[in-house]
């Protein structure tokens, strides 16, 4: 048994092209060496987008997000929207789709009729769009750059902690959507009035959020070990806190975008719209063609697409802010 064994040995040797000095030769233990971790190299950001597109409803919902992003800020340029190009045909006026296309032929313009004033309701849709999704994502960028930055400076300052906490107390007791109503009342209801509106209180709550988190995080272990050998508090929140909630500031990001689009449909329907063609002004306009038979069209579509774009923009951001969460990479 024993010389079969080492006649193998010998074969593989051969085979390999190894000498039998080289097949057994001491190896030198190196504690260095041993204390080394193979591993392979860890992305953050190229983990998160892998779990993000694993999930094929994201990849759905990203499909549908870049449907409205091309027919909002590209179909426009594209078909030269008039709103009153068909203002003195009458004939033109309060179509719908099967109406429409009978009288125009079929195309895109006429999948959704006509309005009131004999304007293509598909066109007029993807215009309003562009309006409503431009005034979310420049309060949400304001929102949340204004808010993280200062609920970041919040959490860390005792001093600042005890007048921020007051202040607060007293803003957040007013209904953020009287705010905004108030707003629009003292100037004109242009957009840049209802983003100021939207932004001059928005970002407190945000900003608490923020604060509470940072209270969590700071006082941990690594934390209290960094402050201890000098480390500035700006690093410490730079580098040791923010970093840390990026799935949380992501998933709130989800919920600040989607939720301008419906203020801004909630207060033109009330009858606060600005004077900008947005969807909000939209469905205001529509309002009394609801009840109408054959009007239903001018008033529904841009409520369906408003809703489209909020779920997409509400989902898109919570399943990419799972994704953000490092302990989804495992």
């Not at 999704?133 to 902690?161: E, Y």
């Not at 921020?164 to 803003?171: K, P, R």
Request: glycine share 6%.
């Amino acid at each position: 048994m024993q010389m079969e064994e080492k006649k193998n040995i010998t074969f593989q040797s051969e085979a390999a092209g190894l000498s039998d000095e080289e097949l057994f030769s001491r190896v030198d233990h190196s504690d260095l060496e041993s204390e080394k971790i193979t591993a392979p190299r860890y992305s953050y950001w190229k983990s998160v987008f892998r779990v993000f597109f694993k999930n094929k409803v994201n990849i759905v919902f990203l499909a549908i997000l870049g449907f409205i992003i091309f027919f909002s800020y590209i179909y426009p340029q594209i078909a030269g929207y008039d709103r009153f190009g068909n203002l003195l045909d009458a004939s033109a006026k309060h179509l719908s789709p099967s109406k429409a296309i009978a009288k125009f032929g079929f195309s895109l313009r006429n999948i959704l009729g006509r309005g009131a004033s004999g304007q293509s309701t598909w066109d007029a849709i993807w215009y309003g769009s562009r309006i409503s999704i431009s005034l979310a994502l420049i309060c949400a960028a304001i929102n949340m750059t204004v808010g993280v930055l200062v609920g970041a400076v919040w959490g860390f300052s005792k001093r600042l902690d005890m007048f921020m906490t007051e202040v607060y107390n007293i803003i957040t007791n007013v209904p953020y959507i009287l705010v905004i109503a108030v707003m629009i009342l003292i100037f004109s209801p242009t957009f840049w009035t209802l983003v100021f509106a939207m932004t001059i209180t928005g970002w407190l709550a945000i900003a608490y959020f923020i604060r509470t988190q940072v209270i969590i995080i700071r006082d941990r272990e690594y934390n209290l070990a960094s402050r201890c050998l000098g480390t500035p508090i700006t690093r410490i929140a730079t580098r040791n806190v923010l970093p840390f909630m990026t799935s949380v500031i992501v998933t709130l990001a989800a919920v600040e975008i989607p939720s301008y689009i419906s203020y801004e449909v909630f207060l033109a329907y009330i009858g606060m719209a600005m004077s900008d063609r947005s969807l909000g002004r939209m469905i205001y306009d529509a309002e009394s063609s609801m009840l109408t038979p054959g009007w239903g069209f001018e008033f529904w579509s841009p409520v369906v697409i408003a809703s489209i774009i909020t779920v997409a923009l509400y989902v898109t951001g919570q399943n990419l802010g799972d994704a953000s969460d490092p302990r989804t990479h495992m």
